[in-house]
């Protein structure tokens, strides 16, 4: 088990730690690509430009990665590594009284892995502990989530909250219609009535933006995962690709050749001092800015730009193996944001696909039947815009719950446009 | 009489290539203006929120800058601009105005003063002398506003000296939606008015971050409740407001308060 009298602000699973919801802040993206962003948005909702019109230099002479080199170049977080950083980080912030509540609320933006961390803290074999020593439990969401107050109020007292607790996704525990808010609306009660153990509450953050309008004047001091500014966006993708006991992966731009990974700061503890003068692209402070800040998003963005060298691909699970067994480093090429095909929104005259997109990142995805609950749009007319939107890649259905959600390259045009619509959205 | 004004001096140098000239300048001017107020409301019609109020208020202001420019361009062109000249075009330009077209230099200098004040702009939703709607365009001379009926109604601008206008937008993308109540008496008020607060609350049209509120009346004939949210884009107003309408008379009969019923008087 970690060490958890330390603050895991550097854990690179977890880069920058947990922070007050209130001290996020925007990762800095340049100005150019800022002002580009802009005018694509602009262009996009005249229809200016489309998909398949879109000016796009070919990338094909790099070929893409292979399932086994995404896997090992850019694979998806260890979420029970991350939840113990979660874990210290929380004991830390309490030790120094910068936590007094009982039940913390952790808020974070969707695709950040939160959900996914915090629902291994009741994993069995995990040695990520409360305060007290004793092992989460996870209070998960009932079947249906349409109840009264009397209802939402037994349904709390058969919940074990005495214990330590935590929900992974409070968004799984509300439907926005007359009669879908009860669970919720008792367990804020309860909460700020002390009538509940030690717990934590993970939270996205449209969910919780829309709970803190709705329950004006309560305080709840959120905190979240600090934002991934270009410097902890490269430490994590390093970490990702190299773990701890590998050589750093070197990722250059395909277009100039400028280097993206190692960061600068890894590279100037290496022995040569060439490496030190290496020039460097902006494509990780862009990459900051277009994700917000936002690791899953930077993530599937980060896998969609990654092209495989030419001699590498021939045998590339052999190839993949042997770098392992080696820890050598590994060189892949990143293409440029603006000659990425990214996910763009379908035009629409009508208001259907604001309500579709706004109340799926409202409850984390859900079932068409619960979709026609939340946005008073039937079925039918539902089902036409789901295929239009998953066609355009904005959204896909899981095919083991059949809930819809949002992709995560998707996310940021999808943000962009419920913002320009006038939709609610969240503060991160 | 035109001696007298120096009209004549001042008029003996124009020439037929320079009214050709000006002309020139006259046309080219008129199809620029023309090309902004056609393809500016169109396109601000596919963006949404603000920038598509941006959009739309500037066509207004370009207008006024590109006559102020082909002033500035043409004059010259026709006149030697001395100060002698310029007293005598614009002294006669003000009697002809004055006599001849009262109203119209009233509307046209109100015009102006519209674009300087904004009391409203293309894009809000406005109220004057009972018509309501949505103001289309700031013309030179009037504004036009496109009622919920779509009906296009002329507002001369020189209603601005002596009319009420109500602004229900002022420029922003926040509007205010009213919906209106009238129930029996005799049922818990806190519970209606939390219920009404939900009901708004839980419509996907609601602009969450924008107060909402519940007032209500104690009247002869019963209780009147006002709820008073924002919908996300004022042009969704009245399918807000029905929304709000239809689905809180639906949950109030389902906690059996009841709606007043006014007699009706036949003949």
């Known amino acids: ?428 | 009489m035109m001696e007298d004004l120096g009209i004549r001096e001042a008029m003996a140098t124009i020439t037929g290539q320079a009214l050709l000239h000006a002309l020139g300048v006259i046309i080219v001017a008129s199809l620029v203006m023309l090309v902004i107020q056609k393809l500016f409301p169109r396109v601000a019609e596919k963006l949404g929120g603000k920038p598509r109020l941006y959009l739309l208020a500037s066509v207004p202001l370009l207008r006024l800058v590109i006559i102020l420019a082909t002033i500035v361009v043409v004059v010259p062109i026709l006149v030697k601009p001395s100060f002698e000249n310029m007293v005598a075009i614009f002294g006669a330009l003000a009697l002809a105005l004055g006599f001849a077209f009262k109203d119209y230099a009233n509307s046209l200098i109100a015009g102006i003063v519209t674009l300087y004040e904004m009391p409203y702009r293309p894009g809000d939703w406005i109220e004057v002398e009972g018509q309501y709607g949505e103001v289309r365009a700031i013309n030179t001379r009037a504004a036009e506003i496109v009622t919920p009926d779509d009906t296009v109604v002329i507002i001369p601008h020189n209603k601005l000296w002596n009319s009420l206008i109500a602004n229900d937008n002022d420029g922003t993308d926040n509007l205010m939606c009213v919906t209106d109540f009238y129930l029996e008496a005799n049922h818990d008020i806190s519970q209606v008015r939390e219920l009404l607060r939900e009901v708004a609350f839980t419509s996907p049209r609601t602009k969450t971050w924008q107060p909402v509120r519940v007032i209500v009346f104690n009247k002869p004939w019963g209780m009147h409740y006002r709820l008073k949210a924002y919908p996300y884009d004022p042009k969704e107003q009245f399918q807000f407001i029905s929304e709000l309408t239809a689905r809180g008379a639906e949950e109030l009969a389902r906690q059996g308060v009841r709606f007043v019923s006014v007699p009706v008087t036949a003949g």
């Open chain 1, 1 to 428: 088990m970690k060490d958890k009298t330390r603050g895991n602000q550097g854990d690179p699973c977890l880069p920058g730690g947990l922070i007050p919801a209130e001290q996020w802040t925007l990762p800095e993206a340049s100005v150019r690509r800022s002002l580009k962003d802009a005018v694509r948005h602009a262009l996009t909702q005249l229809k200016a430009v489309s998909r398949a019109e879109e000016p796009f230099e070919s990338m094909d002479e790099l070929p893409e990665l292979s399932a086994g080199q995404q896997r090992r170049l850019a694979p998806e977080p260890d979420y029970a590594r991350q939840a113990e950083a979660i874990a210290c980080n929380l004991q830390h912030a309490r030790s120094e009284g910068a936590l007094s509540r009982k039940v913390t609320c952790l808020v974070a933006p969707p695709f950040s892995g939160l959900q996914q961390a915090l629902g291994w803290l009741s994993q069995p074999g995990q040695s990520v502990l409360n305060d007290d020593g004793a092992v989460w439990t996870v209070i998960t969401p009932p079947e249906t989530l349409l109840f009264s107050e009397q209802e939402a109020k037994a349904w709390w007292d058969k919940q074990d909250v005495s214990r330590p607790w935590v929900i992974p996704e409070l968004a799984d525990f509300w439907l926005r219609c007359l009669s879908g808010l009860a669970l919720v609306r008792e367990l804020f009660r309860r909460i700020a009535s002390d009538a509940v153990g030690p717990g934590i509450v993970g939270c996205s953050s449209w969910c919780w933006r829309y709970w803190e309008h709705y329950l004006e004047g309560t305080h709840m001091s959120p905190w979240t995962p600090a934002p991934l500014d270009s410097e902890r966006l490269g430490q994590w993708l390093t970490y990702l690709a190299s773990g701890h006991d590998r050589a750093p992966v070197i990722a250059r731009m395909a277009d100039d050749g400028l280097y993206v990974l190692p960061v600068a700061e890894a590279d100037s503890t290496g022995k040569n001092k060439r490496q030190k003068k290496r020039k460097r692209s902006s494509f990780l402070r862009d990459l900051a800015g277009e994700s917000r800040g936002n690791p899953g998003v930077a993530l599937a963005i980060w896998q969609r730009s990654l092209r495989a060298r030419p001699e590498e691909d021939a045998s590339p699970d052999e190839d993949d193996e042997k770098a392992g067994r080696q820890g050598r480093s590994v060189d892949c090429w990143v293409v440029p944001l603006k000659r990425l095909s990214l996910p763009t929104i379908p035009q629409s005259k009508t208001s259907v696909m604001g309500f579709v997109l706004h109340g799926l990142l409202l409850h984390n995805g859900l079932d068409v039947a619960s979709l026609e609950v939340v946005t008073g749009v039937p079925a039918y007319k539902l089902s036409l815009v789901l295929s239009r939107l998953e066609r355009a890649e904005i959204v896909r259905c899981d095919q083991v719950d059949e809930r819809w959600h949002l992709t995560p390259i998707g996310y940021p045009t999808v943000r962009r446009h419920l913002q320009s619509w006038g939709f609610p959205v969240d503060p991160f």
